[in-house]
């Protein structure tokens, strides 16, 4: 067991941890805890062999042998197993680094990776890619109740030991916990790293069953799917109503004019009824060169816009390929579109009655125009925007300019005022000594 640092997301830890519970399904979930091993002080082979035992039954391995030992490892090793790959040996081999003699922690979780190497092995997990081999295995000691031993001794100290970042046992251990477990969760910082598991784990708590729960899930998401489904088929019916109008009224039209008044060398038989049905053309409003008609062309437009979302929003979601299929206007007759048809308009025969027709098989047709008509639209509503501004800033601007010469004429009055009230408080005192004796005068110029 080297020291990496590989880091998972939380929904990789639990596609890896689903896999495991895939081979290994077990009802409960048990913590293990040391049964032999000293708290302190310096750890024995016989130590090793004795507490291996004891692990190897709660993992479901009862009745290996164990040959278990300290030994010199390479740096950074802490522990390795040999031949668990061969799930028919009953006898587990492991060597743990001899500089962990006097570490109890760190021992059992030697002891614990390497132990979950083999049952990986005997369970059929074993994967040929060390990385995602190893990854299970840690993973697996949290799985098979292992992870407090993991915990305290992966993160000892100064030294962190084990292939996964340590917040991915903490998230795995976490995650065994309340939904086996039945822990209540705890102020774990989870939300830090994966704000959806801890939204998750919440919904689970304070769900009264994981039945419950995940029935509600279901319910509400069938609900989407039955309105949707419903819509769906609202809408094609619809559409369906639409297309019978449409080929009645091309039926109508082209079993006149194109059968009953044209010859063999496609000359008019009948002049006045070609005539008449310009002239009914024109009048319901059908006429290219007149003007489109209304109703076809609004719901055109509402179609192509539907198709323009939905294609944007699922294109979002899964790529995909945008096909369709070409049928006759006359006799409904379906034909496989062709790369010939793709990219261009193109007048089209229908094998099976003859009937000539216009197909707009342009790439994307609906999606640019309905794409265009919103840019249009977007555009018209900025330039909307631009002059409802640009007249709000103009009245904004004569309102002030209002209001500042408003507030200068009171200023202007304010000094009119002051001039006047000084000038007549000077008109007083001369009038006063005007009209006073001599000596008065003479004490209020002198005094005043």
Known sequence: MAMQSIDLSPLSILNRMKKIENAIPRKDFDVYTAQSFPNSGNITNEDLQKEAKFMLEFCGLKGYETDILFAKTEQGVGGYITSSSNIYERAVHIKVSDEYIGYPERCLAVLAHEICHKVIDVNGLHDTD????????????????????????????????????????????????????????????????????????????????????????????????????????????????????????????????????????????????????????????????????????????????????????????????????????????????????????????????????????????????????????MREEELINEKVNYRINKAQEEADRIINEARNAHLQLERERKMIEEQARINYREDIIDKAPSMLKWLIKRYL
């Not at 990385?131 to 962190?160: P, Q």
Request: include cysteine; charged fraction near 25%; proline fraction near 1%.
């Open 130 to 377: 060390t990385d995602e081999n190893e990854t299970l295995t840690d993973l697996a000691t949290i799985y098979m109740g292992l992870g407090e031993i993991i915990l305290r001794g992966y993160k000892s100290h100064t030294h962190i030991l084990g292939y996964l970042d340590f917040n991915n046992y903490r998230v795995a251990h976490h995650i065994m916990c309340v939904v086996y477990g039945h822990v209540e969760s705890e102020k774990t910082g989870l939300a830090e790293s994966d704000v959806l598991l801890d939204d998750v784990i919440n919904y689970w708590e304070r769900a009264g069953s994981e039945r419950s729960i995940l029935k509600e899930c279901f319910v509400a998401l069938e609900k989407q799917h039955s309105a949707f489904w419903k819509n769906l088929n609202l809408l094609t019916e619809l559409i369906n109503r639409f297309k019978i109008d449409m080929l009645h009224n091309y039926m109508h039209y082209d079993s006149i004019f194109y059968k009953n008044l044209q010859d063999d060398n496609g000359n008019f038989k009948r002049k006045l009824a070609a005539f008449s049905i310009l002239y009914e053309l024109i009048a319901s409003d059908s006429y290219p060169e007149a003007k489109t008609n209304a109703a076809i062309e609004g719901l055109n437009n509402i179609v192509e816009d539907s198709i323009y979302d939905l294609f944007t929003f699922y294109q979002q979601r899964n790529v995909i390929d945008f096909k369709y299929d070409i049928e006759c206007p006359n006799c409904r007759t379906i034909s496989k579109n062709n790369q010939k048809v793709m990219g261009r308009k193109a007048v089209l025969k229908c094998g099976k009655c003859g009937c000539h027709y216009l197909y707009d098989a342009e790439i994307w047709n609906c999606t640019i125009k309905a794409k265009e008509r919103r840019e249009a639209k």
